[in-house]
């Protein structure tokens, strides 16, 4: 066991350490991370994704990348491409252990003879409400219907027809026989193979019946060797039917299935349903939305795989589900941008400063470094300096309140690594807006500083108006108005609680010209506003496009009342 895995225990490595110790498997450890490719993987996989990369890694094993695609109606070769790539760019490997259960149907099907021939599964010619009446409730027990008692070679001849494509869907169902008294709903004949004729997008038309998850993921475990499987806490009443059927086809030493809390965030759904739902009926631009929760989307939104990594240890394993705040994410975000990426101007809400005394045509080349002094990086850029500059509109104020400390009418501020400057008029248009403002510059306070001493609280950021580059700026707040949207009022839809201020787009920014050649996907500290990113998909040189990754502070709030 590394020294990683003795730091960062929890229940599950804990279990791990001791099956190591007493041999209980006889083989390496081996995990396996099984998405269904029906959609693209959130922040919830990437949890599961650290952790069972994670334990495979500190225990000297392996870990599978399998997908277990048995739902020929939702699943793509689009997602599996997607799945693929975020599980890459989180920083993990799975070599040349990347499988499919699909890729077992041929083994799956054996096991399903073997069953009928134990007499532990049979064919099942009922309706699907008729299986549902006929399991009970949870006070009351199942009754058997009038197929449960079939005899073997006449299940095995309608399994084998089913598997020729005799039947249309919905004839025949095999199911195993099991209890139909089980305090677990799931153990009541649970369903294993269904007749479904449609073409898979990988085995193609080679078959009509497919196994349920429920069959296919056990097994599809025990066939790859795997030791341990982890799985979120919904699977866990699915834990007896797991067990059932790697013991009942013969395997040695089989897989043991351990669930774990799942992650629950603030503001965030996490059902694969419900984030279909929002893409198919465009109340997002896509599942790489940087409002969605997907990684694709987190991704495009400039968060990095070192900050989703450390979340995920941040909120641990637990053995009870929790929602976790979204600052905790907002936080860990901040504090991995904080340290590794540069800090440049740009003015968000532009208004013009004209410096009447400062000569016209004349421009310098102001220093600024990249890194504050706490930052253990090196690095600076030259800032042109000109008559004419943007600063943000909220930077000024006609008629300020006490303790208002940025430019108003006669008073004197700092402009970030350049001079201190003094409102002397404010020009207005003919409806009384505030269009330009005429102020003076010190000469002597190159870089900020008054040689007399003295103290000038304000500072703030600015842009040359002959130099700045035109940018757009999208400021993604929010998906949803409350923390839990999945908690969603008698008789509304999870939709009514989307946001519609969780992006506003700002098309008249500016930025400093020394990201002119930068390319697309660069992170930045905008000083004084937030973590941005040049957008993946829509940033070129010419038109730059910047999304908002996450505020300075946790401010949403006192942003939207602002607004």
């Not at 209890?179 to 073409?199: E, F, G, Q, S, V």
């Not at 351990?258 to 198919?280: C, P």
């Not at 795989?305 to 909120?315: K, L, Y």
Request: charged share 30%.
């Amino acid at each position: 066991m590394t020294a990683e895995a003795r730091e960062n225990r929890d229940f599950v490595r804990e279990m791990v350490a001791r099956d190591v110790v007493s041999g209980k498997f006889g083989r390496p450890v081996m995990t396996r991370f099984p998405p269904e490719p029906n959609g693209f993987l959130h922040i919830g996989h990437a949890k599961s994704i650290c952790l069972n990369f994670g334990v495979a890694r500190e225990f000297g094993g392996v870990c599978n990348l399998r997908f277990d695609d048995t739902n020929p109606f939702t699943e793509d070769i689009k997602y599996v491409e997607s799945i693929k790539e975020d599980v890459r760019w989180l920083g993990f490997d799975w070599g040349d252990r990347e499988y499919y259960a699909s890729d077992y149907f041929e083994r799956l099907y054996e096991f399903a003879e073997l069953l009928v021939k134990k007499g532990k599964a049979y064919v099942d010619s009922q309706s699907e409400e008729e299986i549902r009446i006929g399991r009970g409730t949870v006070t009351q027990p199942g009754a058997a219907g009038p197929w449960r008692d079939r005899s073997v070679d006449d299940n095995l001849d309608l399994l084998r027809r089913m598997r020729a494509g005799e039947f249309p869907d919905g004839a025949h169902v095999l199911r195993a026989k099991i209890d139909l008294a089980h305090p677990n709903m799931i153990m009541r004949d649970p369903l294993l193979i269904r007749i479904r004729k449609a073409p898979h997008y990988r085995r193609g038309d080679a078959w009509c019946i497919y196994p349920l998850y429920d069959y296919a993921h056990g097994l599809s475990d025990a066939i790859e060797g795997v030791t341990h499987s982890l799985c979120t806490l919904e699977f866990k009443d699915n834990r007896d039917i797991y067990d059932w059927l790697v013991r009942e086809v013969g395997f040695e030493r089989p897989p043991e299935q351990t669930e774990f809390a799942r992650l629950q965030l603030d503001y965030t759904v996490l059902s694969k349903r419900k984030l279909l739902r929002l893409v198919n009926e465009g109340l997002v631009s896509g599942w790489d939305d940087p409002r969605m929760p997907t990684i694709a989307g987190i991704r495009r939104r400039g968060v990095t795989p070192e900050a989703i990594r450390a979340f995920a240890e941040t909120i641990g394993v637990a053995r009870k589900d929790a929602r976790a705040e979204l600052a905790s994410f907002e936080f860990a975000v901040r504090n991995d941008l904080n340290m590794r990426v540069p800090r440049v101007l740009c003015v968000a809400r532009p208004l013009k400063v004209v410096l009447t005394n400062y000569p016209e045509g004349q421009v310098e080349q102001l220093h600024a470094p990249s890194y504050p002094h706490d930052v253990p990086r090196t690095g600076s850029r030259l800032v042109p300096f000109s008559r004419e500059l943007w600063i943000d509109r909220d930077d000024f104020m006609e008629d300020p309140p006490r303790k208002y400390y940025r430019l108003s009418p006669g008073r004197e501020v700092r402009l970030r690594y350049g001079y201190l400057i003094t409102c002397t008029d404010v020009v207005k248009d003919s409806s009384g807006s505030v269009v330009e403002l005429h102020c003076t510059y010190d000469p002597v306070t190159r870089g900020g500083n008054a040689p007399d001493g003295r103290r000038v609280q304000g500072t703030i950021h600015w842009v040359s108006v002959a130099h700045a580059l035109p940018c757009e700026l999208r400021l993604y707040g929010r998906l949803f108005s409350v923390p839990d949207p999945d908690d969603v009022p008698e008789g509304e839809d999870f939709t009514s609680l989307l946001d519609p201020e969780s992006l506003a787009v700002l098309r008249d920014a500016w930025i400093e010209p020394s990201v002119a050649d930068d390319p697309p996907g660069s992170r930045y500290q905008f000083e004084r506003t937030g973590y941005f990113v040049s957008d993946l998909v829509d940033s070129r040189p010419g038109a730059l496009v910047f999304n908002r990754t996450v505020t300075l502070r946790d401010s949403w709030e006192k942003e939207k009342a602002r607004a």
